[in-house]
């Protein structure tokens, strides 16, 4: 449950963190379960609902104002915040994976997404309403990770083709 920060001094959250970003130099940490959502050196956000609020983060250039913001998933409610804003897709876990992009968009995955969990990634622009960017087929579970890296989304799929999983490379659109 704890950690050292860049300091060398201990940290604890009070549950084992699920996720951590960097932020103006400072660590937060987060929990998508148990009473405190997020954690940094100066304080920390309790829980107020089973939303999942902390299972994941990123630290993104979500508005296009040329700063970096903190986003937060929160995959139970199916939503993202940043800077106070919400956007809300309420389905399929939206909000479980983030990767970031150019100036302003954020890439949301929903890996459960569908009947048969086949998951979907979405791009949010300046925290606006999400754009379907990719759809899994049956169990694939896409969108569980997400990252950005030379020009090219990459999604992960672990349930794709009956369990080996898979990555779907895709230029970043």
Same mark, same amino acid.
């Given at each position: 449950?704890?950690?050292?920060?860049?300091?060398?001094? %201990? +940290?604890?959250?009070?549950?084992?963190?699920?996720?951590?970003?960097?932020?103006?130099?400072?660590?937060?940490?987060?929990?998508?379960?148990?009473?405190?959502?997020?954690?940094?050196?100066?304080?920390?956000?309790? +829980?107020? %609902? *089973?939303?999942? @609020?902390?299972?994941?983060?990123?630290?993104?250039?979500?508005?296009?104002?040329?700063?970096?913001?903190?986003?937060?998933? =929160?995959?139970?409610?199916?939503?993202?915040?940043? *800077?106070?804003?919400?956007?809300?897709?309420?389905?399929? +876990?939206?909000?479980?994976?983030?990767?970031?992009?150019?100036? #302003?968009?954020?890439?949301?995955?929903?890996?459960?997404?569908?009947?048969?969990?086949?998951? =979907?990634?979405? +791009?949010?622009?300046? &925290?606006?309403?999400?754009?379907?960017?990719?759809?899994?087929?049956?169990?694939? *579970?896409?969108?569980?990770?997400?990252?950005? =890296?030379?020009?090219?989304?990459? &999604? #992960?799929?672990?349930? =794709?083709?009956?369990?080996?999983?898979?990555? @779907?490379?895709?230029?970043?659109?």
């Amino acid at each position: 449950t704890g950690w050292l920060d860049s300091g060398g001094q %201990a +940290r604890d959250l009070g549950t084992r963190p699920d996720a951590l970003a960097l932020v103006d130099d400072e660590v937060v940490a987060s929990s998508a379960f148990g009473d405190i959502a997020l954690w940094t050196a100066t304080g920390s956000t309790p +829980r107020v %609902a *089973e939303d999942q @609020r902390g299972y994941a983060l990123a630290t993104c250039d979500s508005d296009g104002d040329g700063d970096q913001e903190l986003v937060v998933g =929160a995959p139970g409610a199916g939503t993202i915040d940043s *800077e106070g804003v919400t956007v809300a897709h309420g389905t399929g +876990r939206f909000g479980a994976a983030l990767a970031c992009g150019e100036p #302003g968009v954020i890439y949301v995955g929903a890996p459960a997404e569908g009947t048969l969990h086949q998951g =979907a990634v979405y +791009r949010v622009e300046r &925290m606006g309403t999400p754009s379907l960017v990719a759809a899994g087929d049956d169990l694939d *579970e896409l969108g569980t990770a997400l990252a950005v =890296a030379s020009g090219h989304l990459l &999604m #992960g799929a672990p349930g =794709a083709a009956a369990s080996p999983g898979s990555v @779907r490379l895709v230029p970043v659109p």
